[in-house]
């Protein structure tokens, strides 16, 4: 099971999709692309690259995470992303994953904590926009929630769900100051 992941691991660095720099590369050209299969394959570009910490321990320890995600063991996933942040507390990704398991389990305190950290490092990570959103609407907090679809929207404009949330939201804080 290791040698697979590690082999994963390996060849996204070998093809050049997991390198430092790739996140912003393929960020700079989805916020001008023309279009959705265009957005669509660089989204995934995004994300491939923030799988990649820099670190082949962090590396491996995110995958593990993922695998145990994958079979419900959502315990020792946490203790998976609490291991790669604790290594390596600048890698976002790892802070937006154990955000996202603190969200699933009704821990909002906790997930917005995480959420803070990972675009304290990367400012434009649009997925962590999009889970402090919904954080934000589950809390009834329309302002702060549509403020955050906005900041997705700008940082990828073709992320059809915030896209209509904002849509949906506007009417509901239309009028009243941010």
């Known amino acids: 099971m290791i040698s697979h992941v590690l082999i994963g691991v390996l060849s996204l660095f070998v093809a050049g999709v997991a390198t430092p720099g790739a996140a912003q590369e393929a960020l700079d050209k989805l916020g001008k692309a023309t279009g959705e299969a265009e957005a669509a394959a660089l989204e995934e570009d995004v994300w491939d690259a923030w799988m990649f910490s ?11 995470a993922e695998i145990a995600e994958a079979g419900e063991d959502l315990g020792l996933a946490r203790d998976m992303y609490d291991r790669a942040i604790l290594i390596r507390p600048q890698y976002a990704e790892a802070w937006n994953r154990r955000a996202l398991l603190f969200f699933k389990d009704g821990k909002y305190d906790e997930a917005i904590a995480d959420l803070e950290a990972v675009l304290r490092h990367e400012p434009r990570h649009f997925g962590a926009w999009i889970s402090l959103a919904m954080i934000f609407e589950s809390l009834d907090q329309p302002d702060a929630a549509l403020h955050a679809y906005r900041k997705a929207v700008e940082i990828h404009p073709f992320a059809s769900a915030a896209k209509e949330a904002v849509k949906r939201l506007i009417p509901r804080t239309e009028g009243r100051s941010f």
């Open 54 to 64: 820099g670190s082949p321990t962090v590396d491996l320890l995110m995958q593990r």
